[in-house]
């Protein structure tokens, strides 16, 4: 297993679209975050999961936003009626539970969107 | 949400060590200090965490204050691949979500 893996790496759609994208984490890692990310910012965080059931959600994820992990493995980030301030880098991390806690997170390349 | 502080840039030269320090004044007793750091168009990459003692690994050690309302990463000998943004983050044990500063813009001048 190489990490986590991010489809597609770039997205640009016309505003008013649907667009989906997916995050396959590490395999047996539990938690799974997505972030999004503007230009000269930190990542901001969206939801995470932990196996398929969404944990916590941030404001920030408006209901055009609705994320899933329907098995507890991939999981999909879909974003109804975009807008142009949509554009950014949406990037999805995961995490493993061990002993102690919880392992460091490991990122993915990212999805980066454009909304014309 | 971010409950970090960094300088927003800096530089360092070729070879020479940096110390990338991160204030984090209202840190909880189970909060674990993580550093990642960002190349530019990828993501976020682990560099190191601790949680009172100092740490060290292959990219980098972790210098913690005895208080725990600082910390300093120390690169060794920063080389051009090191020119990144590095993001001081606390983190619990329950790996719940975490929040991003705007991290520290590290440039290294050849």
């Known amino acids: 297993d190489t990490g986590v893996s991010q489809d597609p790496r770039h997205k640009i759609t016309k505003r008013g679209q649907n667009v989906t994208f997916r995050c396959d984490p590490i395999s047996e890692h539990n938690r799974l975050y997505w972030y999004r990310q503007t230009l000269g910012q930190g990542p901001e965080f969206l939801t995470y999961f932990q196996n398929e059931a969404q944990l916590e959600k941030s404001r920030l994820l408006s209901d055009r936003f609705s994320a899933e992990r329907p098995k507890g493995s991939f999981s999909t980030l879909e974003i109804q009626r975009t807008e142009q301030g949509d554009s950014a880098m949406y990037l999805c991390?995961?995490?493993?539970?061990?002993?102690?806690?919880?392992?460091?997170?490991?990122f993915g390349q990212g999805t980066r969107l454009t909304v014309v | 949400d971010a409950k970090t502080t960094q300088p927003n840039s800096m530089e360092s030269n070729e070879e020479e060590p940096v110390h990338l320090p991160c204030n984090h004044s209202t840190i909880s007793g189970t909060d674990y200090i993580h550093w990642y750091r960002q190349l530019p168009s990828q993501g976020p990459e682990y560099v190191i965490h601790g949680l009172t003692s100092n740490v060290n690994n292959r990219m980098a050690s972790l210098a913690i204050a005895e208080d725990r309302k600082s910390s300093t990463l120390i690169l060794h000998r920063a080389t051009l691949r090191d020119a990144a943004v590095y993001y001081c983050?606390?983190?619990?044990?329950?790996?719940?979500?975490?929040?991003f500063g705007t991290g520290t813009s590290l440039t290294v001048i050849p």
């Open positions: 983050i606390l983190r619990d044990l329950r790996g719940n979500q975490f929040y």
């Open positions: 991390a995961s995490s493993l539970r061990v002993k102690r806690g919880f392992t460091e997170a490991f």
